[in-house]
């Protein structure tokens, strides 16, 4: 099976500031990893995904740091808004999707 | 093009009832899987039909099921509801499956009283 890991359940930030959240995964197989954002009283929304046969991805002000040596995966946010205020949660493909709990990013203005 | 539409949005049913929620897909895409939210337990995988088979499944009990059609709208049933089953149930459609892009609808929020 497999399990992720959350490393921060809660993210402050002040507008304009970099953001990284982190997420652990624990199965080497894994391979497949994406990042969801969540604003209160919505579904899930994709935002990157990464294979495990590259290490980074970039998006419109998101990049995804894949690290496969010792299962961990980031997601940098450049510029962060009073807009990218939500819950991220990685998921982490085995088989099945396995999501971490999710870290919530404030950002101030 | 519409998103993943889920109904009913909201509901609220008494223990040992029974329940069915629906999800309609965005049109193309042929994989649908289900997923439970809670607080406590954040988000897990209930799961997946393509083209109207289930292809997999999480470690969810027997009282959970789920079906697809030929249009690839599916349904998910919950028997003998419990008041631990109070969740938000979410839907995500895909053009093939649960590695490639998905796009989740806004969910069901079911409340077992």
């Known amino acids: 099976g497999e399990s992720v890991g959350l490393h921060l359940p809660t993210l402050s930030v002040q507008e304009g500031d970099n953001s990284i959240i982190n997420c652990a995964y624990s199965?080497?197989?894994?391979?497949?990893f994406i990042w969801y954002k969540q604003e209160s009283g919505k579904g899930p929304q994709f935002i990157i995904d990464?294979?495990?046969?590259?290490d980074k991805r970039q998006g419109q002000r998101v990049t995804v740091l894949l690290n496969k040596t010792v299962k961990h995966l980031s997601l940098q946010i450049a510029a962060t808004q009073p807009g990218d205020s939500a819950v991220y949660f990685c998921?982490?493909?085995?088989?099945?999707?396995?999501f971490g709990k999710g870290t919530m990013l404030l950002v101030s203005p | 093009k519409a998103g993943v539409t889920q109904t009913p949005r909201y509901l609220i049913k008494t223990r040992g009832q029974q329940v069915t929620l629906s999800c309609s897909p965005i049109?193309?895409?042929?994989?649908v899987s289900w997923y439970q939210q809670t607080p406590g337990q954040g988000l897990q995988f209930l799961f997946e039909?393509?083209?109207?088979?289930?292809?997999n499944k999480g470690n969810f009990p027997g009282r959970f099921s789920g079906r697809q059609f030929s249009n690839s709208r599916s349904e998910m049933n919950v028997s003998t509801l419990e008041l631990g089953d109070s969740a938000l149930y979410l839907c995500?459609?895909?053009?093939?499956?649960?590695?490639?892009?998905?796009?989740f609808g806004q969910g069901t929020r079911l409340t077992v009283v």
């Open positions: 995500a459609s895909s053009l093939e499956g649960v590695n490639t892009e998905a796009f």
């Open positions: 199965n080497s197989a894994s391979d497949y």
């Open positions: 990464i294979r495990s046969n590259m």
């Open positions: 998921a982490v493909l085995y088989s099945t999707l396995t």
């Open positions: 049109s193309g895409h042929r994989s």
């Open positions: 039909y393509f083209s109207e088979t289930q292809r």
